[in-house]
């Protein structure tokens, strides 16, 4: 049984931003070769087109500048360009395509009546929506695998305010399944996990939690941020410190977090870790790229064990916890 979603405000709000820059560099171009001046009609489109990869490159040289002390490997100059330009063409593939336009393209998906086979919910992060997990979402709905993947609203709200969304899409999944859930998230999405895990979770409703670029000790970035949620994803925040003394003293052990030293949103790298989880170097991939990367994919297989392992040799067992930082393979 499939279930419908809607679209939310952030899709439309991106098709409005999408379908606006496309009418701006139509009527640029449009202008610029009545004049005569062909030059700066492709300079136009440069600016509006690849105008992201100047925000990105910023954000990669602040992410260089304020390594500090991090343990984590700094990334060269070669790692960090090669992060960028991978970035600079995930970047509008999500947000200019995925999230306003496709966002509803596979829809959640449960089973008529519980069956054995444990389903999926995935969580997006700040400025997302479930089309974040296309690709995701494709690979599930061909296995079969039952999942439920959410839009966190109001989108520049309070982290506490979406916990009942998160909530709900537990409950349905497990409801449907008769199994606790693995839950994916991505960004600010782990810490919505988090914080619903210490309010309403319990140690039986989630099998497995696994988290990418996830900020749980905070991001350098965030101090440039004034929404409510960006200011609880500072550094130090109270919001955050308030959230590991709710936690259960052993939550962490149910967590695989994956990080990379080339993350230009959740810097310096080892704040997407979490003290005594599994945490996973992903060397050479940004923020976005890394949700688009095998190795969480296939640790979410292994999670969901041989029955659903349908990319994944079917022998793998679930990945110790740890408290060490490793790199993923």
Partial sequence: MRQPVGPGRLARMQQYVTVGALALVAVWVAWQLQAGRPAWAVLGVALVTLGHALVLAFEMILLRATHGADPTPRAGTRALLRAWWAEVLAAPAVFCWRQPFRSQRWPDRLPAAPGMRRGVVLVHGFVCNRGLWNPWLQRLTANGTPFIAVNLEPVFGSIDDTLG?????????????????????????????????????GGTRVHHAITIGSPHQGTWLARWGHTPNARQMRMSSHWLASLVQREHSDAAQRYTCFYSHCDN?????????????????????????????????????RWL?????????????????????????
């Fill in 305 to 329: 064990g041989p029955n659903e392992n349908t990319c994944s040799p079917a022998s793998a067992a679930p990945a110790s916890t740890t408290g060490q930082a490793r790199t993923a393979s």
């Fill in 265 to 301: 949103i959740v810097f310096p790298p080892r704040n997407a870790t979490l003290p005594g989880a599994d945490n996973r170097h992903l060397p050479g991939l940004a923020h976005v790229h890394m949700a688009d990367a095998p190795e969480p994919w296939d640790e979410l297989q």
């Fill in 165 to 201: 969304i998160v909530d709900n899409a537990v409950r349905r999944v497990q409801a449907a399944t008769g199994l606790a859930p693995v839950v994916v998230a991505h960004s600010m999405g782990g810490l919505v996990l988090r914080r619903w895990w210490a309010e309403h979770g």
